[in-house]
T-cell receptor, first 114, second 112 residues
Framework: NAGVMQNPRHLVRRRGQEARLRCSPM?????VYWYRQLPEEGLKFMVY????????ESGMPKERFSAEFPKEGPSILRIQQVVRGDSAAYFC????????????FGPGTRLTVT | DQQVKQNSPSLSVQEGRISILNCDYT??????FLWYKKYPAEGPTFLIS?????DKNEDGRFTVFLNKSAKHLSLHIVPSQPGDSAVYFC???????????FGTGTRLQVFP
């Protein structure tokens, strides 16, 4: 299966801990996007990355959240000092370099903060 | 500030008939529009897209119509099948960045 891979699928963290979510794009895709879905809401854009570059982070909270897409390895969304309001489904998507609007999504990571 | 709106939270259609899902938007600068289908506990699945320079795009049972003057698009599924039961999201791309702006979704149920 050459689709977008995300792990873990489920993640439980206590308040104050760190959460790390990983995403491997589809083969041949160079752009990665992170979205968050709160219960009963649509997906909200967080950040858009290319290899070693953050292109658009206009949807990222100013504090505690960071993202990277290193030259080698998966993209990582890091949430420091998690709070209950961070509980959500986090989806990663990837796209071809020439059709950035055509995004293919992974299965998501469901983060629960206790 | 909800730039992409799906005003019907749910829709119920009989198998074999047409399903019509609607979406309204506020930003006339949106460049591309997309429809995604989502099953519980899975990621959204890309269905079909349309450029702002077109008014119709068809792919098998799925057709998307775009009415720019009304800032409205719709997804038609003909004929509807039970496997189409899912949440459908409309999304728009602003054009100056590759992010997508999603509506809140419409839950479609196709019954036998």
């Amino acid at each position: 299966n050459a689709g977008v891979m995300q792990n873990p699928r489920h993640l439980v963290r206590r308040r104050g801990q760190e959460a790390r979510l990983r995403c491997s794009p589809m083969k041949g895709h160079s752009h990665v996007y992170w979205y968050r879905q709160l219960p009963e809401e649509g997906l909200k854009f967080m950040v858009y990355l290319q290899k070693e570059n953050i292109i658009d982070e206009s949807g990222m909270p100013k504090e505690r959240f960071s993202a990277e897409f290193p030259k080698e390895g998966p993209s990582i969304l890091r949430i420091q000092q998690v709070v209950r309001g961070d509980s959500a489904a986090y989806f990663c998507a990837s796209s071809p370099w020439d059709r950035g609007y055509e995004q293919y999504f992974g299965p998501g990571t469901r983060l629960t903060v206790t | 500030d909800q730039q992409v709106k799906q005003n019907s939270p749910s829709l119920s259609v009989q198998e074999g008939r047409i399903s019509i899902l609607n979406c309204d938007y506020t930003n006339s600068m949106f460049d591309y529009f997309l429809w995604y289908k989502k099953y519980p506990a899975e990621g959204p699945t890309f269905l079909i897209s349309i450029s702002s320079i077109k008014d119709k795009n068809e792919d098998g049972r799925f057709t998307v119509f775009l009415n720019k003057s009304a800032k409205h698009l719709s997804l038609h599924i003909v004929p509807s099948q039970p496997g189409d039961s899912a949440v459908y999201f409309c999304a728009a791309n602003p054009g100056d960045t590759d992010k997508l702006i999603f509506g809140t979704g419409t839950r479609l149920q196709v019954f036998p």
